[in-house]
C-alpha cells in the first residue's frame, strides 16, 4: 500500500473515530440532561441539553467529511 493510500486509510479511521467520540459525548451530555435534578435543574438540564445538541452537530460535521472523501473518490473513478 502506497504511503498516499495509507494517510487516506489513517484520515478515514481518525474522522469515524471522531464521529464515535462526539455521539458519546453528546449521549453523556443528554443523560446530564435528562437525569438534572434540584432547584436549578431546568437552567443546568437546558445547558447540557444545549451541549448535547453542539455535540451532535460536531459529529455531523465530521460525516460530512467522510461523504465528502466518498464522492471525492468516486468521481475520480474511470467510467
Ligand atoms: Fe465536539
Redesign the pocket.
Known amino acids: 500500500m502506497s504511503s498516499k493510500e495509507n494517510a487516506k486509510k489513517k484520515l478515514l479511521e481518525i474522522l469515524n473515530q471522531s464521529i464515535s467520540r ?1 455521539i458519546a ?1 453528546s449521549i453523556q451530555y443528554m443523560w446530564n440532561h435528562v437525569m438534572a435534578i434540584g432547584t436549578n435543574a431546568e437552567d443546568i438540564g437546558g445547558v447540557f441539553e444545549d451541549f448535547a445538541k ?2 451532535m452537530k ?1 459529529a455531523e460535521k465530521f460525516a460530512e467529511r467522510i461523504w465528502y472523501r466518498v464522492e471525492s473518490q468516486q468521481q475520480s473513478l474511470p467510467k
Open positions: 462526539e459525548v453542539v455535540e460536531h
